[in-house]
């Protein structure tokens, strides 16, 4: 079966790699993906703080039964995601409205050209 | 008791949602909020010496959301409600928008929420929440935007708050609960190689937000003051920033025993030098009190990081005078710049003469900014140097003297003779008047009784500060002293200079505030891990 042991070390390096795809993309729109990327990450860090191999889903089917705590996965962080994952979606919707506007103004999403015409812009009037 | 807290603002929020556009219920909302402040000054009292804690859902121990309110996080709300009044009253006539009101009042909410929470992820959620609604507080107006630094900040906020979230996890996975004080106690046994990583990633989190990360975490929010509406700077620079510094002490306090406080008295230098040296380039009235803002946190930051009873109390007391002398001059320069129609520093002048009210205002708040003798600001610089070594006392003096030059340039459109006619010279409205004349006079009684004032909110510390007479004479004579050489300075090396000008159109890009954002992180664990 696929082992859940370290798939962190892989959460935490794929939170690297996003950091590192947001200090190097030039444009905005994978910008806004490697947020996304990132928060993706720390999402499966989370999960996979209370799920590992061999954990049982945190239901009770029978009152029967004596489960092993150790053995349930906990559903704290499961149910803190759901939000986490909530803010992220209505989050990014903001920015890519943002950028829709940003885009229809100047043509473009490229972080270096925007900022230079904001600039520009800035020179030719700076205190209206 | 507590919860009340946060639900009132949101009563009030639903309620103008639906009648802003009337005046009377703007009134009422006014009231409401009155209201508000004297049960967090009941709050205050009641809270003097202990604390009060209530589990929501009452739920055993720390499994629930515990929300706590002690001395400091009391007089925090204090001041939140304090200022939000003001800017209540402020926008009484500006604003009949309903989109504004109601943000408003529900960002007040997630303000007052992150002073009282002690649950590690409901602090993330609240500061989501605060931050989109500066957005959408800053943007809704479609004549005054800019778009494209918004999107800058809004991106840059959730990385950090990523890396803050990614930070908590760790703690849950070391300790298992998500409450502050179990997880500060819990953390003490727990191994200090364990704990590197989630320090160093809830403090670059963290120091992102309250803007400390040298130049790299301001420039791009700096960029929104000018076109935003004077009343969302005030809250901006009066208490939104402030909470963020709230956190950074818990946190300090939860991770204990990182001797860490070296590296961000390093860090607070930089920042507040930095953001004098910017705020001296700066042409544009608000740019030059965002910058302050920068430089202002810095010197808190210095404050609470000295590692010594008498700075700790100074930063907390320079927090308050920040927020009074912040939105005073946030809210006159509001009026001024209404009623003159620019913000250039250079083509405002004589505001004393045609508005005489808000020139004394702007005057106050300017003393209290600068700390002159008897103005608030002050007293908080006496107590952040008051007991440090001489090397510090010397940083602290170099930045009030940026401080002064920069102000002396500001307080230039106070005098001079008044060359008219480019605004429409409308008579300023009294609901705008009456609370900045409120904070602007507060400048001066929370100076004149600053020692009393810090003893009756701070009792926690045993030994009761006291100002020495000599030490404040001392003080005042080194303020007169810098203010003739800041003057010297201004007249014959920053009046009309143009390198200095192409240096504050300085500008930094989404890329490298991210990179400045990691470099910050491998620091801290450099730092942390070879102490």
């Given at each position: 079966m696929f082992n859940l042991e370290n798939l962190d070390i892989f959460?935490?390096?794929?939170?690297?790699?996003?950091?590192?795809?947001?200090?190097?993309?030039?444009n905005a729109i994978k910008s806004i993906v490697f947020t996304l990327v990132m928060q993706t990450a720390v999402i499966m860090f989370w999960l996979f703080l209370s799920a590992r191999t061999g954990t049982i889903p945190p239901i009770i089917y029978d009152q029967a039964i004596l489960y092993d705590i150790t053995a349930i996965a906990d559903p704290t962080p499961q149910a803190l995601m759901l939000t986490a994952i909530i803010i992220g979606i209505s989050v990014s919707a903001i920015k890519i409205t943002m950028l829709n506007y940003l885009f229809r103004k100047y043509s473009t999403a490229d972080w270096y050209l925007l900022h230079e015409m904001q600039a520009e812009e800035e020179a030719e009037n700076p205190y209206n | 008791m507590l919860t009340y807290f946060v639900i009132i603002p949101v009563l009030i929020a639903v309620f103008l949602f639906v009648f802003a556009s009337n005046k009377g219920a703007r009134v009422l909302a006014i009231l409401f909020q009155a209201v508000f402040v004297a049960l967090s000054l009941y709050l205050l009292w009641e809270t003097r010496g202990e604390e009060i804690t209530v589990v929501i859902?009452?739920?055993?121990?720390?499994?629930?959301?515990?929300?706590?309110?002690?001395?400091?996080?009391?007089?925090?709300?204090?001041?939140?409600?304090?200022?939000?009044?003001?800017?209540?009253?402020?926008?009484?006539?500006?604003s009949d928008s309903r989109t504004f009101w109601f943000l408003l009042f529900i960002l007040q909410s997630a303000l007052v929420g992150l002073f009282l929470t002690r649950d590690l992820f409901n602090i993330f959620v609240l500061v989501e929440v605060s931050t989109v609604i500066v957005i959408i507080l800053l943007m809704y107006d479609k004549k005054n935007r800019n778009m494209l630094s918004g999107l800058v900040f809004l991106m840059l906020n959730i990385v950090a708050m990523l890396l803050y979230l990614f930070g908590i996890g760790y703690i849950y996975m070391l300790t298992g609960v998500f409450d502050i004080q179990r997880a500060g106690e819990l953390l003490a046994y727990v191994d200090y190689s364990d704990k590197m990583i989630p320090y160093a990633l809830i403090m670059t989190g963290i120091a992102f937000k309250c803007s400390i990360i040298p130049i790299f975490s301001f420039l791009p929010k700096v960029k929104l003051y000018p076109k935003a509406p004077s009343a969302v700077a005030a809250i901006l620079s009066g208490v939104q920033i402030k909470t963020m510094v709230y956190m950074f002490l818990r946190m300090q306090d939860m991770f204990g025993d990182f001797s860490s406080h070296n590296f961000f008295l390093?860090?607070?230098?930089?920042?507040?030098?930095?953001?004098?040296?910017?705020?001296?380039c700066q042409t544009d009235v608000k740019m030059i009190l965002a910058y302050h803002t920068m430089s202002q946190v810095g010197l808190i930051i210095i404050g609470l990081s000295a590692n010594n009873e008498y700075a700790m109390l100074g930063g907390l007391y320079h927090i308050l005078s920040h927020a009074t002398f912040k939105s005073a001059l946030f809210l006159s320069i509001g009026i001024i710049v209404h009623s003159y129609g620019t913000r250039d520093v250079y083509k405002i002048r004589g505001v004393l003469r045609r508005m005489p009210i808000v020139g004394m205002v702007t005057l106050f708040a300017v003393l209290g900014i600068t700390g002159a003798p008897f103005f608030i600001g002050s007293i908080s610089k006496y107590f952040i140097a008051a007991d440090v070594p001489f090397w510090l006392n010397a940083t602290v003096i170099v930045i009030s003297l940026g401080t002064i030059i920069s102000f002396i340039k500001y307080a230039g459109i106070l005098f001079g003779k008044d060359l008219g006619a480019e605004g429409d010279a409308v008579k300023p409205d009294i609901w705008r008047i009456v609370p900045s004349a409120a904070l602007g006079i507060f400048c001066l009684v929370g100076g004149i009784f600053g020692g009393h004032i810090i003893n009756f909110l701070f009792p926690l510390y045993d030994s009761p500060a006291s100002i020495d007479t000599w030490g404040y004479i001392e003080k005042s004579l080194i303020f007169l002293g810098s203010a003739v050489v800041g003057f010297l300075i201004y007249k014959y090396i920053v009046y009309g200079n143009n390198t200095l000008k192409?240096?504050?159109?300085?500008?930094i890009g989404f890329r490298s505030a991210c990179a400045a954002m990691g470099a910050f992180f491998g620091l801290i664990v450099i730092f942390v891990g070879v102490m």
């Open positions: 959460a935490v390096f794929m939170f690297f790699l996003a950091l590192f795809g947001l200090i190097t993309a030039r | 859902g009452d739920y055993y121990g720390v499994m629930g959301i515990i929300l706590r309110a002690y001395t400091t996080s009391a007089v925090f709300m204090v001041l939140c409600g304090i200022v939000f009044l003001a800017v209540a009253i402020y926008s009484f006539n500006q390093a860090v607070g230098i930089v920042a507040s030098l930095a953001g004098v040296i910017m705020a001296i192409r240096i504050g159109r300085l500008n």
